[in-house]
């Protein structure tokens, strides 16, 4: 009986490792019965438009997987230009349920693919780019799950002059107290114009609801009232608009901004439905994307880089835009610079002689040690452009 009980325990004690031994090479995956798959709709193409890069061009969402053990999940996004994954790039990972990729994104997989918008090349315009998931558990020797491949179809619109642009309106009007050198009055209207296929865009200037009074409006047709169109009318037309934006919920049910105060680029997409907010861009092609003044003659600005006064490219070498100007004595010298908040970027008034600019009377020598501009005319704000073609610097 002795020897029998000495072998029961040695073959438990035969039996307890190969157990141990075989939990090491025990492979977790997730349950075959919860397919990884993605959950949201895809659009049939994906027009790429660069003013708009930093808008949201997809976000991908899916079903969470199941485990036979609990345990974390990582997924990860990957995209593909060739379509076969050889050239797999990470797009993102989380242990969340969604990734979301810009227009900006979307313009760097198009040029992988050698896509470009120029009819004069042989470079296609429109190319495919490809998705799938990856679900990984968070134990050692786990085998991932993964989803089926998606194609996304990315279109680049073709450069077209501005002739060829065709709008239901040549621009929208907008006016009141939110936007900024305009107010509730047609002498200035901001104006978004006809920058491709129904897409109207402008740099504006905006101020935030500033003691309830932040609305404005857009018009279809210059100093007509009659021709407004309101919040509710883009929602009922089924736009999506910024979040910036948001129903005044005044008598006429204006636009209100709530954002910070400051130039943005706005674009009212017919086609898209959409009305966005974005950085301030170029609109022509420039050695710059603008140019900055600062000093004590540009009243919103003064020799500070807090607020200084942006002139954006809006056509081939000529930078505009609005500012307001004062001629009191000693405090209305200012200059013009290359680059934001970077003082040895000026150029003063003898620059602009010596490359052979004819400037606007409104605009002298300041003749103080830095030979800044200085303004001379009516106090106000006027319409500035620095014509770099024609050599021309005017204010109106």
């Not at 009141?176 to 305009?182: D, E, I, L, P, Y």
């Not at 009318?233 to 709530?258: C, K, Q, R, S, V």
């Not at 950085?279 to 020799?303: K, R």
Request: aromatic share 12%; with cysteine.
């Amino acid at each position: 009986m002795k020897k029998l009980s000495i072998l029961g325990l040695f073959l438990l004690a035969v039996i307890g490792f190969n157990s141990c031994s075989s939990n090491d090479d025990v492979v977790f995956v997730t349950n075959n019965n919860s397919d990884l798959t993605f959950s949201n709709t895809f659009q049939s193409e994906y027009i790429l438009i660069p003013q708009a890069s930093s808008n949201l061009a997809e976000r991908f969402t899916w079903n969470s997987v199941t485990t036979d053990v609990p345990t974390n999940i990582t997924y990860t996004l990957e995209k593909s230009i060739l379509g076969d994954f050889s050239d797999a790039d990470v797009v993102g990972a989380t242990t969340g349920n969604e990734i979301a990729i810009t227009i900006g994104d979307m313009l760097g997989y198009a040029a992988e693919a050698g896509l470009d918008n120029d009819p004069d090349t042989p470079n296609p315009n429109t190319g495919p780019v490809s998705f799938r998931l990856i679900a990984t558990l968070g134990e050692p020797g786990s085998l991932p799950n993964v989803s089926d491949t998606q194609t996304l179809t990315m279109v680049l619109e073709e450069v077209s002059g501005p002739e060829e642009a065709v709008c239901d309106n040549d621009q929208f009007y907008l006016v009141g107290a939110a936007v900024k050198f305009t107010g509730w009055d047609w002498a200035t209207p901001q104006v978004a114009a006809c920058s491709g296929t129904n897409v109207y865009t402008v740099n504006v200037d905006l101020i935030n609801n500033v003691d309830g009074d932040g609305n404005f409006r857009f018009f279809t047709t210059n100093n007509d009232w009659g021709s407004g169109i309101n919040y509710p009318g883009f929602i009922d037309d089924g736009y999506t608009i910024d979040p910036m934006f948001e129903d005044a919920m005044d008598g006429d049910n204006n636009f209100l901004f709530t954002g910070p105060s400051g130039k943005y680029f706005l674009t009212i997409d017919a086609v898209a439905k959409t009305i966005t907010l974005s950085e301030p861009t170029a609109q022509g092609i420039c050695d710059l994307d603008q140019m900055w003044g600062v000093g004590a003659g540009l009243t919103d600005t003064g020799w500070d880089w807090t607020t200084p006064q942006q002139f954006m490219c809006e056509g081939d070498g000529v930078y505009q835009g609005w500012a307001n100007y004062t001629s009191v004595t000693d405090g209305n010298n200012f200059r013009f610079f290359t680059t934001n908040n970077d003082w040895g970027s000026g150029l003063n008034y003898p620059y602009f002689v010596d490359e052979g600019y004819t400037i606007d009377e409104k605009l002298v020598n300041a003749e103080d040690g830095d030979s800044n501009f200085a303004f001379i005319g009516t106090d106000g704000k006027y319409w500035t452009t620095i014509d770099t073609v024609n050599k021309t610097i005017t204010l109106e």
